[in-house]
């Protein structure tokens, strides 16, 4: 049975990440409904942002059906704004501010600063035999990791890259640039 991933298409980097997928011949959808959700494997919860996101969710009435199927065991991949939907804990989000949560990890948006401060940088990332062109945006870091959670790259003291069983997520932007080495690592999670 083939294999197909989803990209939640309510903001952000849709078309980057199902070209980044489909480049690696993987099937790859954008869900917005519940039904499209549970139509796929996976899902990649892309960059944007992290507020907006979380709102855009409950008003499609995504956020509890994702939140059932993450927990439930369903592979996900968070990159940027994605990573803090993903996290347990976020510092510095929006008063009352939701997430998907299921990663065991607590992370400060905008800890690299500004959209001026965003940067690009070659990054050494486990399991990956080359560093990865990394592009941060307004990126996230994280401050606190569970004992479950796998540190795979570090920028700045902080790590920018975590897996912890089923879930994927970097602070970076791996979907820009046109090196699918982290999609990749997710694809082989999935299977």
Same mark, same amino acid.
């Given at each position: 049975?083939?294999?197909?991933?989803?990209?939640?298409?309510?903001?952000?980097?849709?078309?980057?990440?199902?070209?980044?997928?489909?480049?690696?011949?993987?099937?790859?959808?954008?869900?917005?409904?519940?039904? #499209?959700?549970?139509?796929?494997?996976?899902?990649?919860?892309p960059?944007?942002?992290?507020?907006t996101?979380?709102?855009?969710?409950?008003?499609?009435?995504?956020?509890?059906?994702?939140?059932?199927?993450?927990?439930?065991?369903?592979?996900?991949?968070?990159?940027?704004?994605?990573?803090?939907?993903?996290?347990?804990?976020?510092?510095d989000?929006? #008063?009352?501010?939701e997430?998907?949560?299921?990663?065991?990890?607590?992370?400060?948006?905008?800890?690299?600063g500004?959209?001026?401060?965003?940067f #690009?940088?070659?990054?050494?990332?486990?399991?990956?035999?080359?560093?990865?062109?990394?592009?941060?945006?307004?990126?996230?870091?994280?401050?606190?990791?569970?004992?479950?959670?796998?540190?795979?790259?570090?920028?700045?003291?902080?790590?920018?890259?975590?897996?912890?069983?089923?879930?994927?997520?970097?602070?970076?932007?791996?979907?820009?640039?046109?090196?699918?080495?982290?999609? #990749?690592?997710?694809?082989?999670?999935?299977?």
């Amino acid at each position: 049975m083939p294999l197909t991933i989803g990209v939640l298409a309510l903001q952000g980097d849709v078309r980057e990440h199902v070209r980044t997928l489909t480049d690696l011949g993987v099937g790859a959808t954008t869900v917005r409904r519940a039904s #499209e959700l549970e139509a796929v494997d996976a899902i990649v919860l892309p960059g944007g942002e992290s507020t907006t996101m979380a709102k855009l969710l409950r008003t499609f009435e995504l956020l509890d059906p994702l939140r059932k199927r993450i927990q439930g065991g369903m592979p996900a991949f968070g990159t940027c704004a994605g990573m803090i939907l993903l996290a347990d804990h976020v510092r510095d989000g929006a #008063e009352g501010q939701e997430t998907v949560g299921g990663l065991d990890v607590t992370v400060r948006r905008n800890a690299f600063g500004r959209q001026v401060d965003s940067f #690009e940088t070659d990054l050494p990332v486990t399991g990956i035999d080359a560093p990865v062109h990394a592009v941060f945006i307004r990126a996230p870091w994280v401050e606190e990791v569970g004992p479950g959670v796998e540190v795979l790259a570090e920028a700045a003291g902080h790590p920018v890259a975590v897996r912890q069983g089923h879930l994927l997520a970097t602070s970076f932007h791996p979907e820009v640039g046109g090196d699918g080495r982290v999609h #990749e690592l997710f694809v082989d999670l999935v299977r």
